[in-house]
């Protein structure tokens, strides 16, 4: 006896999700800041705040799905945002060379915890831990502890000044008649192609097969190790491109960008309604929890509320948008 | 024994005002430095000034440890300088109560101790050395009023509308920050329209300025508490297209940072608070050699602003 279409689909993990949004919206709805709420560029620069929390959330999704977690993303958001700092501004090199670089970089991270995953059997938790704290070294490393921007310091404490490369402004910058931030077109990309890793790929099966039940997907042929290398991998891809996006709208690098990003990835993940035992979910639930994040900051920020209630009202709105997730469900 | 006590009192003497006969370590003086946190680029400056004051006294050798912004880890920093008998001590602490204990068992073990940038409780240190930041609020505050004033509609009587994006105001520094500024405003046509807490952090005050855009059509200044945030207001700025019609106020005025943003005509002033690094040195120094140094030493400061960057700023007033 299956129930009637309309009833099925109310009790999606996408409804419910679309349902916590719409919770936040009326809240924003009725703590309007003078009418800021309702208007487009309010949501238009949620949009470009939310993204790079997106990006990373992306990446975080295909590991929560595949049965783990990565807490290094923050940290190589820091790095990549140094690294590409560094070659733009002082050592000139193309946008192009450093692009490929810093991706290289992140993906390269990315991979590292995935081997300590899949290979050396390391507990997620433990391993992206490890890499937290060795990523976010490698970053203060590779900038010698201090901001990289257009001053550059010579050995007798002069300054030399450097002007902005054209892929900062290209990159922080808006489309569409200045309604669309281009790293949320970036965030946007990064969705699609987890779609597609995720919906299209046959890969996409493995993730979800390794995070359902390893033991059993293994005996079912999965490569698991392979598919946990990918995911990782992904997931430091994405940091890179976080820590780009990250570097352009700050003009510079710093090596203490994107620290606890990590956690706000996951909960971007979590209040989408992905679950963090893994095998479940998607990505479109990430984007819907993306939103759902972005837009509670900025009511909280429009209306000026101080920092000791955001933070409790971030955290107690959290709990109602998921109960009411679990209310409807039930 | 009679002997011996006039030579303990004299030693004890000399473990009070912080002077010693000769370096214990093969003729260099050992200098710890205990840094809180460097996380922040201003510590960074910090110890940078400190390594570079030091460079033109070969008989000095410094070792550095960075407590990674962990009170219970710079207390073990400091309690490890003590066993390795360092000739002197340089400390910034991150906080005052926990602190106090370590750097008090430093001075008493005959070990002087300068405190720089924030304080400890009580007397058991040599000298502190730190900048005010009040004073360098209401200086910001008094910068900020007088260029209001020149801007003709103020000047007609409308009053002046300023968003302040402060650092974390669990922190001394932001509340020292705030009050100085709000202590110059009292009594002027200046009205706060929007405040919020940035936490020291660009990516939040770019967000908060965006939200301060939002609700308000017309913004005439952006004081923000330290310089990475009034560049985030100012790029928030930017995006919306106001930037020209906002006039952008930071604290700090690091040479790579607030000078440059002075330079580049993204802010119109920026206010130094100075690390006192070159200063703790300079006291060293002269603590080794047996002279006397004052207790307490309050750091001035400079500001930059257009016109003044090129030459090196000017001294507050």
Known sequence: MNPPPLRRWLATPAFRALLALAFVVAIGCAFNAGGAFFHWSTHRDMLRQVSVYGILACGMTLVIISGGIDLSVGS????????????TLHEGQPALAALGLVLAAGAAIGLASGTLVARFRLQP???????????????????GGQKISQAIQHPDGSFSYVDLPAIFQRLDHRILGGNLSVVTLVFLGCVLLSWLVLEKLRYGRYIYATGGNEEAARLSGVPVARTKLLAYGLSGLFGAVGGICQAVQEQQGDPEAGSTYELTAIAIAVIGGNNLMGGRGGIGLTLLGALTIGTLEKILSINAVGESSRLMLTGAIIVAAVLLQRRRAG | MNKAIPALLALAAFSITGAQAAPKHGGRWIIGMSQCNLGEPWRVQMNADIRKAAEAHPEMG?????????????????????DADVDLLIVSPKEAAPLTPPVAAAFRKGIPVVVLDRKVLGDDFTQFIGADNRRIGKAAGEWAVRRLLSIPEVKAGRRARIVELTGLMTSTPGQDRLAGFHAALQGRPVDIVFSADTQWLEPRAREEMESALAVNPLIDLVYAHNDPAAHGAYLAARAAGRERDIIFVGIDGLPQEGQVYVRQGVLEASFEYPTGGREAVDSALRILRGEAVPKQVTLNSRFFTRDNVAGGGEWLP
């Not at chain 2, 410094?62 to 003590?82: G, H, M, P, S, V």
């Open chain 1, 76 to 87: 190589i958001v820091g790095l990549c945002a140094v690294l590409f700092a560094r070659e």
């Open chain 1, 125 to 143: 938790f433990v391993a992206t831990l490890a890499m937290m704290v060795f990523a976010r070294g490698l970053a203060k490393w590779v900038s």
């Open chain 2, 62 to 82: 410094l070792i550095f440890k960075d407590a990674q912004n962990d009170t219970l880890r710079q207390r073990a920093q400091i309690e490890e300088f003590i």
